[in-house]
């Protein structure tokens, strides 16, 4: 690395990296729970699990609004010393960091099912939804700002999980064409490419 330029991924990228295996992991434990008859009956755990599901979307899309507005409101220009971190390389940190939380949470919500069928393998998938949701409302204030969000790499939490953690003081921005993520998170188009 360059001297004085930092190690930057993107947040929107950085919330994104969970929401997929939460909704894979949780749908495949909703779909295996609903095989299991369970204490309470499967119609009741379904509905449990629908009802989960909605409440999780809501708040994992809405916790810390606040604390992402203020860190995007005060963001300051990247240097041309800092090295900005690919969307796969960001990916494959956050779900290096966090898959034995992932493995226990798919487990739990397996042993779950025999007492209310699919209700914790849909909450695990309403928490991913829920962070689709997040990525994407970052997304539209990227576009709305013409610039991207980015947070050092050495400021997120263990794990690499936290881009509004307690450890994040300041986030940087660049020009929306930067990088190889689309505002939100997601894989940019080829076309889009610069």
Not at 32 to 56: D, E, W, Y
Not at 107 to 121: E, T, Y
Request: charged share 20%; glycine share 16%; with cysteine.
């Amino acid at each position: 690395m360059a001297r004085g330029g930092q190690g930057l991924a993107r947040v929107a990228v950085v919330v994104r990296a969970g929401a997929a295996p939460l909704w894979w992991l949780g749908v495949l434990a909703a779909g295996i729970g609903v095989l299991v008859p369970g204490l309470t009956g499967r119609r009741i755990g379904v509905l449990a699990g629908a009802a989960l599901f909605i409440v999780a979307a809501a708040v994992v899309a809405s916790v810390r609004r606040r604390r992402y507005t203020a860190l995007a409101r005060s963001a300051g220009r990247a240097g041309k010393h800092d090295v900005l971190q690919d969307r796969a390389v960001t990916l494959r940190n956050w779900r290096r960091g966090h898959r034995w939380w992932l493995l226990l949470g798919f487990l739990a919500a397996l042993g779950s099912a025999f007492a209310v069928p699919a209700a914790a393998g849909l909450l695990m998938a309403g928490c991913g939804v829920g962070l689709w949701l997040k990525s994407a409302w970052i997304g539209r204030r990227e576009q709305v700002g013409e610039a991207l969000l980015w947070v050092r790499v050495d400021w997120l939490a263990r794990g690499s999980g936290r881009p509004a953690g307690k450890g994040v003081r300041a986030y940087r921005s660049t020009g929306i064409a930067a990088g190889d993520a689309a505002p939100g998170g997601a894989r940019r188009k080829t076309a889009e490419l610069v």
